[in-house]
T-cell receptor, first 114, second 111 residues
């Protein structure tokens, strides 16, 4: 597949459980972004990776949120001790280096915390 | 970090009319300004972008203007059609940092 792939597409979890969301960027894209989109809301920036380093973690809403990236490929976003307010669509995007090029989005993971 | 403000939050126009969405940004070092369209239940997709070395760019019915001095940029859609109905997001990027989005404009084009 040529696009950004995210898994799972849907996740229902109980409050207090940990979840792990996965993003496979487009091959060769060194920039990777995670965003959160609550229902009917905008794109809330979470974290940005350049390669496997994260120069901008300013958007992570709490210490329950963390993200990793292996090399210049797969990234995982982990949410510990999930809360109901974590319910949202989590979108991943990737783009080429140099930056200032189109960011391609995955289809998102819809997380529901019950 | 970059702060991107977008107005209006909702916009309703009649088919054939023009629609204008405006954004402002805070970081004068920002040099890339894309616009994304998100249809209901789908992922955002790039429709047009502009870099800081130009003031205007046009692609068929869509145009974007950039005023670096005032730190604002706008999306113009002419001859709107019902299929233009969607949420539109502007964004600004300072090379080496994250792509920050405005809160979106929900555009409704009525026949």
């Amino acid at each position: 597949g040529a696009g950004v792939s995210q898994s799972p597409s849907n996740k229902v979890t109980e409050k207090g459980k940990d979840v792990e969301l996965r993003c496979d960027p487009i091959s060769g894209h060194t920039a990777l972004y995670w965003y959160r989109q609550r229902l009917g809301q905008g794109l809330e920036f979470l974290i940005y990776f350049q390669g496997n380093s994260a120069p901008d973690k300013s958007g992570l809403p709490s210490d329950r949120f963390s993200a990793e990236r292996t090399g210049e490929s797969v990234s995982t976003l982990t949410i510990q001790r999930t809360q109901q307010e974590d319910s949202a669509v989590y979108l991943c995007a990737s783009s080429l280096v140099p930056l200032n090029t189109e960011a391609f989005f995955g289809q998102g993971t819809r997380l529901t915390v019950v | 970090g970059e702060n991107v403000e977008q107005h209006p939050s909702t916009l309703s126009v009649q088919e054939g009319d023009s629609a204008v969405i405006k954004c402002t940004y805070s970081d004068s070092a920002s040099n890339y300004f894309p616009w994304y369209k998100q249809e209901l239940g789908k992922r955002p997709q790039l429709i047009i972008d502009i870099r800081s070395n130009v003031g205007e760019k046009k692609d068929q019915r869509i145009a974007v203007t950039l005023n670096k001095t005032a730190k604002h940029f706008s999306l113009h859609i002419t001859e709107t059609q019902p299929e233009d109905s969607a949420v539109y997001f502007c964004a600004a990027e300072n090379s080496g940092y994250a792509l920050n989005f405005g809160k979106g404009t929900s555009l409704l084009v009525t026949p």
